[in-house]
Nanobody, 120 residues
Framework: VQLQASGGGLVQSGGSLRLSCAAS????????VAWFRQAPGREREAVSC????????QYGAPAKGRFTISRDNAKTTVYLQMNNLEAEDTAIYYC??????????????WGQGTLVTVSS
C-alpha cells in the first residue's frame, strides 16, 4: 500500500488549492481514504473522509462549507478541493487509508504529506 500526496504550495488568503492522493496497492472501493492535517504546534486533525463502497463523505469542522473531497476510481486518486483558504489552514496535509471501507475504522496507512501555506 502506498499513498502519495501532492498539490500543496503557497497561496494567498481567499485562494484555492486542490490536493491529490495517489493510491496504489488497493482499490478505493474497498477502503476509506481520508485527509488529515497538522499545523505547527498542534495535534493532527481530521479534515475529510470518503468511505469505500458507497462513497459516503464526512467533513471535519475545519472543512465544512469550504473543502470538497472526491475520488476517481479509474485514476485511483482521492482529491481535496480547498476553497476560500485562510491562514489557519496552513499545515501539512496527509492522506491516509483506513482499516476498512468505513470512515469509522480508523487510519492504517499514511502518505508522506504535502505542505499548504496560506499567506494573509
Amino acid at each position: 500500500v502506498q499513498l502519495q500526496a501532492s498539490g500543496g504550495g503557497l497561496v494567498q488568503s481567499g485562494g484555492s488549492l486542490r490536493l491529490s492522493c495517489a493510491a496504489s496497492g488497493f482499490h478505493l472501493d474497498d477502503f476509506a481514504v481520508a485527509w488529515f492535517r497538522q499545523a505547527p504546534g498542534r495535534e493532527r486533525e481530521a479534515v475529510s473522509c470518503i468511505s469505500g463502497r458507497d462513497g459516503r463523505i464526512q467533513y471535519g469542522a475545519p472543512a465544512k462549507g469550504r473543502f470538497t473531497i472526491s475520488r476517481d476510481n479509474a485514476k485511483t486518486t482521492v482529491y481535496l478541493q480547498m476553497n476560500n483558504l485562510e491562514a489557519e489552514d496552513t499545515a501539512i496535509y496527509y492522506c491516509a487509508r483506513f482499516y476498512a471501507f468505513s470512515c469509522s475504522s480508523g487510519p492504517q496507512y499514511w502518505g508522506q504529506g504535502t505542505l499548504v501555506t496560506v499567506s494573509s
